[in-house]
């Protein structure tokens, strides 16, 4: 099976902060995707990577940097955490350039206070 | 630009009944559709899928989605409620600008009353 692990459960961070979150999948695939999830909102894609230090913005990358080394690792990077930040943030894989499922994480739950 | 609409916020459904969980699409070009779900405290996981072929897939779970192309529709269903599968269910289409994207809607809490 494929497993997609993230660094953190519950992370509580202060205004200003830099926030690091962590992800990691065991299954070589090609696609990583970091997501935040809101109430009434749906997934809103942040950022993806297609390839290792290869990076695409999503629909909402302000205030967020992403970093790919590795193929199985993909960070997620808040510069500077606000709390308008506060969120579910949840990352995936996939394999391929075809229409394949994703993958998913059990999601980080960051506070920013 | 593609986009994937769950006109119900909530959706209550007594076990042992069928329930239905709507999405409707907008898409340019051929349709690639999915369904996920996520239960209390867990990451989303894969139902099922269409890409091409019958218009009724069967997914995990003992869920189907009926795909409609002349309504637009992609409809997930199931002839038996459990009270397990109480949770929050995401359609999502596939951008066609790039083939690993995909657009989520804003979710649909089913929940099955005993």
């Known amino acids: 099976d ?19 979150l962590e992800c990691v999948q065991d299954m070589d695939h090609e ?65 391929g350039q075809l229409a394949y499922e994703q993958y998913f994480g059990p999601g980080t739950r960051l506070t920013v206070t | 630009a593609q986009s994937v609409a769950q006109p119900e916020d909530q959706v209550n459904v007594a076990e042992g009944n069928p329930l239905t969980v709507k999405c409707t699409y907008s898409v340019s070009g051929n ?15 894969f139902l099922l899928k269409y890409i091409t072929g019958d218009n009724l897939v069967k997914g995990s779970y003992g869920f189907e989605a009926e795909f409609n192309k002349s309504q637009t529709s992609f409809h997930l269903k199931k002839p038996s409620a459990l009270v397990s599968d109480s949770a929050l269910y995401f359609c999502a289409v596939r951008e066609s600008s790039s083939a690993s994207k995909i657009i989520f809607g804003s979710g649909t809490r089913l929940s099955i009353r005993p």
């Open chain 1, 2 to 20: 494929v497993k997609v692990t993230q660094s953190s459960r519950y992370l509580v961070k202060r205004t200003g902060e830099k926030v690091f």
């Open chain 1, 31 to 95: 696609n990583m995707f970091w997501y935040r999830q809101d109430p009434g909102l749906g997934l809103r894609l942040i950022y993806f990577s297609y390839d290792v230090k290869m990076k695409e913005k999503g629909d909402i990358p302000e205030g967020y940097s992403v970093s790919r080394e590795k193929k199985e690792r993909f960070s997620l990077i808040l510069e500077s955490a606000s709390t308008n930040q506060t969120s579910m943030y949840l990352c995936a894989s996939s394999k």
């Open chain 2, 31 to 45: 349709p690639y559709l999915f369904w996920y779900v996520q239960y209390p405290n867990r990451g989303l996981q």
